[in-house]
Antibody
Framework: QVQLVQSGSELKKAGASVNVSCRASGYTFSSYAVNWVRQAPGQGLEWMGWINTYTGNPTYAQGFTGRFVFSLDTSVTTAYLQINSLKPEDTAVYYC??????????????WGQGTLVTVSS | DIQMTQSPSSLSASIGDRVTITCRASQSITSYLNWYQQKPGKAPKLIIYAASSLQSGVPSRFSGSGSGTDFTLTISSLQPEDFATYYCQQTYSTPTFGQGTRLEIK
């Protein structure tokens, strides 16, 4: 079945970097973009951007430029989110989600199970 | 960015109740509107796409309607497993989500 499996929880100190992986299976990886979504504790969903899995070209939402890097390893059908110079306010659950495009809509399905990143000061 | 406003922010209801959640866009998004269900500690799950299409495997008690700027998600007869937080999302332009509606047991 179509599935996205993310790496496990991370505990980091402020100023460090973290790498979150999102391994896809059950479909042709290069045919669907991957989105990244952040959910801070007790808060709603915030779209961070997406990466074109055919070209590798990333697009970042406002507020997620500079310290955030999307990348791919197509040989293992995996997308990555790297966050540099971590800050305590980066503490959140990070989700990857497959982008499904149709003539009259685009939606995210499925989602990875989420990766909790905790940043201590 | 297009702003999405859900109402209510929270809702208490009983098993068997009919419940409606609304979502308003700050400009027309035609039918580029999706609904997700999120349970505590779990990832969001797609339940409605293109405003009114039911995702495969989702019970038929869920339905969506609307176009342009005003949309609704209706649950016809609440079941215990439906208590969760619901988010609308527009993908007409840069994706944005509503703030969420928390559906609680009365």
């Amino acid at each position: 079945q179509v599935q996205l499996v993310q790496s496990g929880s991370e505990l980091k100190k402020a100023g460090a970097s973290v790498n979150v992986s999102c391994r896809a299976s059950g479909y042709t990886f290069s045919s669907y973009a991957v989105n990244w979504v952040r959910q801070a504790p007790g808060q709603g969903l915030e779209w961070m951007g997406w990466i074109n899995t055919y070209t590798g070209n990333p697009t970042y939402a406002q507020g997620f430029t500079g310290r955030f890097v999307f990348s791919l390893d197509t040989s293992v059908t995996t997308a990555y989110l790297q966050i540099n110079s971590l800050k305590p306010e980066d503490t959140a659950v990070y989700y990857c989600a497959r982008d499904v495009i149709a003539p009259t809509d685009t939606w995210f399905d499925p989602w990875g199970q989420g990766t909790l990143v905790t940043v201590s000061s | 960015d297009i702003q999405m406003t859900q109402s209510p922010s929270s809702l208490s209801a009983s098993i068997g109740d009919r419940v409606t959640i609304t979502c308003r866009a700050s400009q027309s998004i035609t039918s580029y509107l999706n609904w997700y269900q999120q349970k505590p500690g779990k990832a969001p799950k797609l339940i409605i796409y293109a405003a009114s299409s039911l995702q495969s495997g989702v019970p038929s008690r869920f339905s969506g309607s609307g176009s342009g700027t005003d949309f609704t998600l209706t649950i016809s007869s609440l079941q215990p497993e439906d208590f969760a937080t619901y988010y609308c999302q527009q993908t007409y332009s840069t994706p944005t989500f509503g703030q969420g509606t928390r559906l609680e047991i009365k």
